[in-house]
């Protein structure tokens, strides 16, 4: 354990949850994280989910089964997020203790300990190469290491507060940020420079994402609404109203048809990007949802929360 999960006693609390009527949607719960589970990403294939929770491990997961396959240990403290690489070799995850960790996905080896941000690690995101892991950080920094060697590449400077999430475009050419400030900036991957920056209209920003075709941003925050930007122009083109409570999570559909979010008010919704109507409301989960991924084939919803538990929801 942690100096900060044992300052908090995170374990060693009694977890009771109130029962709910779950989604007739629901294909399977994967249980096995002791604490808040923080993120979840499918691998290419869809065979495989990676997870990241507030009990310091990341975890991967047969799909099929619904079985731990590996537990990876290492970080100091709660891991934040992660991301599986696009070729499938590897893993990476971002912790509260500031380092972003690369793991062997095969066999769950640390590779590489990437040191550099002064605080808690935000958001890590592989380029569609493989070969860069991105990351940002509440130091107002974001950071390029190199796969291979775990070696910082380069480092974007420009945010004035806390970065909360970034994402790559699908080409690899941008990379996109927003956090603590009423702006998404968006940046040069060959250069760092920043090339633009477009008003989010909220005061924290949790999570963005690219749609397959890099013509849109999805984002969302504390505001509790889904935005979807013409990454282009900057002008925010659909406004998703729905969520009780912030929005922590957000992804586009493999077809950019639809639009999947997880918020704190306890559930997962999925939109139709054309429309704006919400098409269908998931619930199941007893606490805030944290996270949500979709599967590369667009059948499946991953989703993580407080609960401590990982749930996969058919797409109809």
């Known amino acids: 354990m942690g ?30 994280h002791l604490d808040r589970v923080l993120g979840v990403k499918f ?28 537990t990876m240990k290492g970080h100091d403290t709660w891991v934040e997020c992660i991301d599986y690489s696009r070729d499938g070799r590897r893993l990476a995850s971002g912790s509260t203790d500031s380092t972003v960790r690369i793991w062997d996905a095969a066999t769950g080896q640390c590779l590489h300990v990437c040191k550099g941000h002064d605080t808690a690690v ?39 507060s806390y970065i909360e999430c970034l994402a790559y475009s699908h080409d690899g050419t941008k990379i996109a940020s927003c956090g603590e400030e009423t ?3 968006i940046w040069d991957v060959a250069t760092g ?7 989010s209209d909220d005061r924290l920003s949790h999570a ?55 918020a704190n008010d306890e559930t997962v919704r999925l939109w139709d990007i054309n429309t704006g109507k919400q098409l269908h409301l998931y619930r199941g989960h007893v606490l805030e949802v944290q996270s949500v991924d979709v599967s590369p084939d667009g059948k499946i919803i991953a989703s993580g929360s407080d609960d401590r538990k990982i749930k996969l929801w058919g797409i109809k």
Do not use: Q
């Open 43 to 70: 691998s290419t294939d869809g065979k495989k989910l990676v997870s990241g929770s507030f009990d310091e491990t990341v975890m991967l997961w047969d799909v099929e089964s619904g079985r731990s396959l590996l």
């Open 193 to 199: 420079k920043n090339v633009a920056n477009y008003k």
């Open 208 to 262: 963005l994402a690219y749609s397959p075709d890099d013509k849109f941003i999805a984002f969302c925050g504390r505001d509790a609404l889904v935005k979807i930007l013409d990454a282009a122009t900057g002008e925010i083109v659909k406004v998703f109203e729905g969520h009780g409570d912030a929005v922590r999570s957000v992804c586009f559909t493999p077809d950019g048809s639809k639009v999947v979010s997880a």
């Open 122 to 160: 935000r958001m890590v995101a592989f380029s569609p190469d493989s070969k860069i892991v991105a990351s940002c950080s509440r130091d107002t920094t974001i950071r390029l290491w190199d796969v291979e060697n775990g070696k910082e590449r380069s480092r974007f400077l420009g945010h004035k």
């Open 183 to 185: 702006v998404i900036k």
């Open 3 to 32: 100096f900060l999960s044992k300052i908090f006693a995170k374990k060693e609390v009694e977890f009771k949850l109130p029962k709910v009527i779950e989604d007739v949607n629901l294909i399977k719960t994967l249980e096995g």
